[in-house]
């Protein structure tokens, strides 16, 4: 398991300790969607048999098909719209976490994804709340893969994390865009733990 991993494990983790409530209401909101998708289905499968009696049972057959993949569908959407809130939740979480954690977990991203000799940019926000002895703890997590990094004079139009620059060739670390890289990996753990 590589340090992203499990990193990504411990936003999850987090995520699922500090949103129980959400997961409670998400679990809940995609039960009463099931439900009323199958609700639905046994009504439409009751209108169409007092419709057509004379073809009852090849029509109800279909019906029941469409209905239960109707029901599916709308089940499937709900799972995603659950799983894109939590994984929305667990960003806005990162974003808000006091700043020695909060620049911890950037010491850390960049531990996973610096190489060689480049420049941190990190937005005007984060270099506005920049811990004095931020540099100092890159430089000692960052010693041992014979990476250095050096603070961008510049700021990156990002909420939360930081753009990795190498000369002319940039590599966006912004939450938004490890969540964004990560989506179906942290999509597939967190429908394994919620559905």
């Known amino acids: 398991m590589t340090g992203l991993d499990k990193i990504i494990d411990n936003i999850i983790a987090e995520a699922q300790r500090e949103a129980d ?3 409670e209401a998400a679990q809940a909101e995609a039960k009463q969607i099931n439900d009323d998708a199958y ?4 009504i439409d499968c009751a209108k169409i048999v007092s419709d057509a009696r004379a073809n009852a049972s090849l029509m109800s057959k279909i019906s029941v098909s469409g209905a239960q993949t109707e029901a599916r569908k709308l089940m499937l959407t709900a799972q995603r719209e659950v799983v894109d809130g939590v994984i ?28 060689g000799s480049g420049e941190l940019v990190l937005s005007k926000a984060d270099k506005d709340r920049l811990p004095g002895d931020f540099e100092a ?4 997590a960052l010693a041992p893969k014979g990476a ?16 990795l620059r190498y000369g002319l060739i940039e590599e966006n670390c912004s939450f938004a865009a ?10 597939d753990k967190l429908n394994a733990m919620l559905f």
């Open 21 to 23: 409530s959400i997961i």
């Open 39 to 42: 609700a639905k289905a046994e």
């Open 88 to 115: 929305a939740q667990a960003v806005r979480k990162l974003r808000e976490l006091p700043a020695d954690e909060y620049f911890a977990v950037l010491v850390k991203l960049c531990e996973n994804y610096a190489h």
């Open 137 to 140: 703890q890159l430089s000692r």
């Open 148 to 163: 250095s990094l050096t603070l961008a004079d510049d700021c990156a139009p990002i909420d939360g994390g930081f753009i």
């Open 178 to 187: 490890i969540a964004q890289e990560k989506h179906d990996m942290i999509s």
